[in-house]
């Protein structure tokens, strides 16, 4: 059974850091793409930033020069690395990749459970 868990919300003063974690688990043969999404309350899901195998990313235009993502193709893990937090960055933050399965070589794509950040002004 494939698994994506995040880690690493929380509480954070406006200006302030705060990083998620992610850790892929499973039958994995293969991850492609790995990406952070965000939804806030009322509003849809969007993605906040992906990085793909070699390591070429892409950031929504509202969180650039402030949030860093990074993975461990090793670990099979993701990070976003978030700074100069604003409260409209407050969210539950969804860790999302696509995986190709060492069972079936199928791909598919995952997503985690979410964990809450909450920036407070």
């Known amino acids: 059974q494939m698994q994506l868990v995040e880690s690493g919300g929380g509480l954070v003063q406006a200006g302030g850091s705060l990083k998620v974690s992610c850790a892929a688990s499973?039958?994995?043969?293969?991850?492609?793409?790995m990406a952070w999404y965000r939804q806030a309350p009322g509003k849809e899901r969007e993605l906040v930033a992906r990085?793909?195998?070699?390591?070429?990313?892409n950031y929504a235009d509202s969180v650039k020069g402030r949030f860093s993502i990074s993975r461990d193709n090793a670990k099979n893990t993701v990070d976003l690395q978030m700074n100069s937090l604003k409260p409209e960055d407050t969210a539950n933050y969804y860790c999302?990749?696509?995986?190709?399965?060492?069972?079936?070589?199928?791909?598919?794509?995952?997503w985690g459970q979410g964990t809450q950040v909450t920036v407070s002004s």
């Open positions: 990085i793909i195998n070699s390591g070429s990313t």
């Open positions: 999302n990749a696509g995986i190709w399965s060492s069972l079936d070589y199928v791909w598919r794509e995952y």
């Open positions: 499973g039958s994995i043969a293969r991850i492609g793409s």
